[in-house]
């Protein structure tokens, strides 16, 4: 799934639950155990905050990361 601004703006407009719901399964499909990551009220203050000012260049590194990090667990 690619994140630009305008998709970041649609999911900040979600309240805390569906957002939770959104970022356990992006976190799944990066192959990360949603269980390990904590998404209390304050984790998602927080997820809110740095969304509302990311750019596309800071949402199209990301993707690197993602994919990097995907592409490393893959690997033997």
């Known amino acids: ?3 630009d601004k305008k998709a970041v703006d649609m999911l900040l407009t ?3 639950a569906k957002l939770a ?3 356990k399964k992006l976190i799944a499909d990066a192959g990360v155990d949603p269980a390990t990551v904590n998404l209390s009220e304050k ?3 927080g997820i809110r ?3 509302s000012g990311a750019t596309n260049d800071d949402l ?3 993707a690197e990361l ?3 990090y ?3 667990k893959k690997s033997p």
Request: charged letters at 15%.
């Open 1 to 3: 799934m690619m994140l």
């Open 14 to 16: 979600l309240d805390n």
């Open 21 to 23: 719901l959104v970022i």
């Open 49 to 51: 905050a740095a969304l």
């Open 70 to 72: 995907k592409n490393g």
């Open 66 to 68: 993602i994919q990097s």
């Open 60 to 62: 199209a590194r990301a």
């Open 43 to 45: 984790e998602l203050a």
